[in-house]
């Protein structure tokens, strides 16, 4: 069973448009986490949100929202999608954001391709 | 702010040939020092957590160590298998921040 899970793998999609990359954790973990790897592999954290805080860096553009239905799901929206949105982005999850040294479990990366 | 700084960018070696990757850190208190692998097209895939300085994990060819302000991933007589991206991150309390990671190549 896959830990970790995202949906697409990959996405191509036109300037302006709204799109939603899907999550799924079935490891019980309390905290999720979307990233953005960039083409130089960079990853970089975008949110970190379990069910009482949203964490967000306070780079990424409002474009960009985490949805969660509920603790196993972490969805990521992004409205009017522009050419530099064009990335890998992770899902993550982790026992819980707060304790020591806890290491988080990624997904297999949705490749966005905006033209 | 949190800085993770990998060295070097690029590695190349011939299998067999024992080196080392280096992760410097600057963090207001450290929660823990961990290192990833990333194969291409896949996610970070979990290697190690370091929590103090003098600790040190070992994990088939590799081994983890740390000291006050960096840390260095040890690979012993490396496979063409051990190539990968290798990802070094500190927690800085709410998520992991990631280094731009060591691009290593093992040649037959």
């Known amino acids: 069973d896959t830990a970790v899970s995202q949906t697409p793998k990959y996405l191509v999609t036109q300037m302006g448009n709204d799109k939603s990359i899907k999550c799924e954790q079935n490891?019980?973990?309390?905290?999720m986490y979307w990233y953005k790897q960039d083409s130089k592999k960079f990853l970089k954290i975008m949110f970190s949100?379990?069910?009482?805080?949203?964490?967000i860096n306070e780079t990424v553009p409002n474009r960009f929202s985490p949805k969660s239905p509920d603790k196993a799901h972490l969805n990521l929206h992004i409205n009017s999608l522009e050419l530099g949105d064009s990335a890998v982005y992770f899902c993550?999850?982790?026992?819980?954001?707060?304790?020591?040294?806890?290491?988080?479990?990624f997904g297999q990366g949705t490749r966005l391709t905006v033209v | 702010e949190d800085q993770v700084t990998q060295s070097p960018e690029a590695l190349r070696l011939q299998e067999g040939e024992s080196s080392s990757l280096n992760c410097s850190y600057t963090?207001?208190?450290?929660?823990?020092l961990f290192w990833y692998r990333q194969d291409p097209g896949k996610g970070p895939e979990f290697l190690f957590t370091l929590y103090s300085a003098g600790e040190e994990k070992e994990k088939e060819r590799l081994k983890a160590t740390l000291t006050k302000k960096e840390s260095f991933l040890h690979i012993t007589a490396p496979k063409p298998e051990d190539s990968a991206t290798y990802l070094c991150?500190?927690?800085?309390?709410?998520?992991?921040?990631f280094g731009k990671g060591t691009s290593l190549l093992v040649t037959p």
């Open positions: 991150a500190v927690d800085s309390g709410y998520a992991l921040n």
């Open positions: 490891l019980g973990h309390d905290t």
């Open positions: 963090v207001s208190g450290l929660r823990g």
């Open positions: 993550a999850s982790s026992p819980s954001g707060k304790a020591l040294g806890t290491e988080a479990f």
């Open positions: 949100y379990n069910n009482k805080e949203l964490i």
